[in-house]
């Protein structure tokens, strides 16, 4: 072989030993990400002011219930309420939620900030108010259930929180 076919040759050779060397480094090229995850509790209880008192017509029960932090991390919280009884429901005034709650469509109550460890929200309602114009005979016994659930609030919306329980 002359000098003259040599140089094609070996230049040819080179250009595929560096193409196959590209080729490999980029089929086989590797990267790695370090993710840590903070496992948080999420932990609330639901504390009330309730005195027990016979419901008669006009009269108000005191039932106040709020929601108290045990979490080791920030969360956003909602509730609801529901009556054992719809009946019982019609014989008593409509609740009205005190400031810092929103209900929305869910039928759940949204305190509007955060709660940090160990803190609580203000009480989601004060009373029940039996309705004055009733007949004590008409009034049935009752229970109002109140329910309570938190998401851990840290690195997202209130939106983007329940979302995911939801």
């Known amino acids: 072989m002359t000098g003259k076919h040599l140089i094609p040759l070996i230049a040819a050779a080179l250009t595929l030993t560096a193409g196959l060397g590209t080729t490999c480094a980029?089929?086989?090229?590797?990267?790695?990400?370090?993710?840590?995850?903070?496992?948080?509790?999420?932990?609330?209880?639901?504390?009330?002011?309730?005195?027990?008192?016979?419901?008669?017509?006009?009269?108000?029960?005191?039932?106040?219930?709020?929601?108290?932090?045990?979490?080791?991390?920030?969360?956003?919280?909602?509730?609801?309420?529901?009556?054992?009884?719809?009946?019982?429901?019609?014989?008593?005034?409509?609740?009205?939620?005190?400031?810092?709650?929103?209900?929305?469509?869910?039928?759940y109550y949204y305190w509007n900030g955060i709660v940090k460890p160990g803190e609580e929200t203000g009480t989601l309602f004060d009373r029940i108010q039996i309705k004055s114009g009733i007949a004590k005979e008409e009034i049935i016994p009752f229970d109002i259930l109140v329910y309570a659930e938190a998401v851990q609030a840290k690195g997202q919306s209130p939106e983007s929180a329940w979302a995911c329980v939801d």
């Open 26 to 107: 980029y089929l086989t090229a590797r990267d790695s990400v370090e993710n840590t995850f903070d496992v948080s509790e999420v932990d609330i209880t639901v504390e009330e002011g309730f005195e027990p008192t016979p419901p008669e017509p006009g009269k108000a029960i005191k039932k106040a219930p709020k929601i108290r932090s045990g979490s080791d991390t920030d969360c956003y919280v909602r509730m609801r309420y529901e009556f054992t009884s719809s009946d019982a429901e019609k014989l008593c005034e409509p609740v009205k939620a005190n400031p810092g709650w929103t209900k929305k469509s869910d039928g």
